[in-house]
């Protein structure tokens, strides 16, 4: 059974003249033809030297990239039981018009996706609405409540990818123990939200100076550090995979890069805002810079960019968490946590730390995609006989986010109201157009 799943769509037949190809794995870094044929990418050939087939579309790339489309293996689309902050049509168009060709969703719903007839349940709404693959990642606990583990074996054969109970830690040590044994027979990973409730009980931003300032009662970095050393050394002594989810912490990345340098079979994430915003964006008080973890000081944000620059952190990934707006329209301590990301990850990670040189491209780009190799699935890749998993971006174009509304449902984006540099303008998912941005002409000349 395949773990991705999306609605039939008509397979591509495009020829994209002279946008430069950059995909680092591929090994491509020019201008190019790229032909795709039946949703395959058919040639790859020097700018202006391929005719365009009668029945495929042109595309003029000149001026334009084409990458591999991006992979995020860490999001939430709110699907079943909470439609009103996104669904699975909503949150995929919005992965798409971010550039994205699969995601994974988080089980944090309404009911949790801790059982086999929920998981096909998803799987089967996946199949109709999904505007591109979307895997998903089922409990690891009944209930999230961290005290039975769920069949993973059963739902590992209906499709997992992996287990999670994210938005919760799995405090109980013997019950992350046993969690491992399981995964180690079955496979996938455990990816993990790391968090000590008994340290971070009723905070709502980071535990530092401004918090200081705002009077908010603070999560300090250690609820997240201890809980990473202490699973991966449970990990370690199981033999089995870890994945560590949204790493906010200076702490945090040396816990990962220690547990990495003994041999424990451990991954991180970092997210976009995580990379590029510090707790110093809370002091007016704005909900949608409340997520957790919190933004936090920037040294603890210089340590997650060189954790992503060295490898200590493997991939990016959003943490894409809709709200609907009345439920972010109260006051800081009282709203729930989490920002929307979709939309704008390349181009917040793109403004923010590659055009300023601090990250080269190409690494952002491997980041951006390498969650597929995390979950045991195809990486994105630019390259002749392979599904066409395209992404055309307009580097150059400044844009206001949100200015012309989202894609997604919810728009608690912490990034609304910035101008952001680089522009998605299609995206080919599953060998499928799958966006469009609506001011870009897909017809050249």
């Not at 058919?42 to 992979?71: C, N, Q, R, W, Y």
Request: hydrophobic share 40%; charged share 25%.
């Amino acid at each position: 059974m395949s773990p991705l799943i999306c609605r039939e769509q008509p397979p591509a037949d495009l020829l994209i003249r002279r946008a430069h190809v950059l995909d680092p794995r591929a090994g491509i870094d020019a201008p190019h033809d790229v032909l795709v044929r039946q949703g395959t990418i058919a040639e790859i050939a020097p700018p202006g030297s391929l005719g365009t087939p009668d029945d495929a579309e042109l595309v003029d790339g000149e001026g334009k990239h084409l990458f591999p489309a991006f992979v995020d293996p860490h999001v939430h689309l709110r699907t079943p039981g909470q439609e009103h902050k996104e669904d699975l049509d909503t949150g995929t168009r919005a992965a798409a018009a971010g550039g994205y060709c699969m995601v994974v969703a988080m089980p944090n719903t309404d009911p949790v996706v801790d059982s086999g007839p929920i998981l096909r349940a998803l799987r089967d709404a996946a199949a109709r609405e999904a505007r591109i693959p979307v895997g998903f990642m089922p409990c690891i606990t009944q209930g999230m409540r961290g005290e039975h583990l769920t069949e993973m074996a059963e739902l590992r054969e209906l499709g997992a990818l992996g287990f999670t109970d994210d938005g919760k830690p799995v405090t109980n040590a013997q019950m992350l123990r046993l969690a491992l044994q399981y995964q180690r027979m079955i496979g996938g990973v455990l990816a993990l939200h790391e968090e000590d409730p008994a340290l971070s009980a009723g905070g709502s931003m980071h535990e530092g100076t401004v918090s200081a300032v705002l009077g908010i009662t603070g999560i300090p970095s250690i609820s997240e550090s201890t809980m990473i050393a202490r699973d991966a050394l449970i990990a370690e002594y199981e033999g089995g995979r870890i994945h560590i989810q949204h790493v906010s912490a200076e702490e945090s990345v040396r816990a990962i890069a220690d547990a990495k340098a003994r041999g424990v079979r451990i991954t991180g994430e970092a997210s976009p805002h995580h990379l590029t915003l510090t707790d110093e964006a809370v002091h007016g008080l704005d909900t949608r810079t409340k997520m957790n973890p919190p933004l936090r000081a920037e040294e603890d944000r210089k340590a997650v960019v060189d954790g992503l620059r060295d490898g200590t952190l493997d991939c990016i990934a959003t943490d894409h968490a809709p709200h609907a707006r009345d439920e972010k329209e109260v006051p800081f301590e009282q709203a729930p946590f989490g920002t929307t990301g979709l939309e704008t990850a390349f181009a917040a990670v793109y403004t923010d730390l590659v055009v300023p040189g601090v990250l080269p491209l190409g690494l952002v780009l491997e980041r951006m995609t390498s969650g597929a190799e995390i979950l045991g699935l195809d990486v994105p890749r630019i390259e002749r006989g392979r599904r066409a998993d395209l992404t055309l971006v307009d580097l150059g174009e400044a844009w206001v986010v949100g200015e012309a509304g989202y894609e997604s449902r919810s728009d608690n984006c912490v990034f609304a109201g910035r101008s952001l540099t680089g522009r998605v303008l299609m995206t080919v998912a599953a060998g499928a157009v799958a966006y469009r941005q609506r001011a870009f002409s897909v017809v050249g000349s």
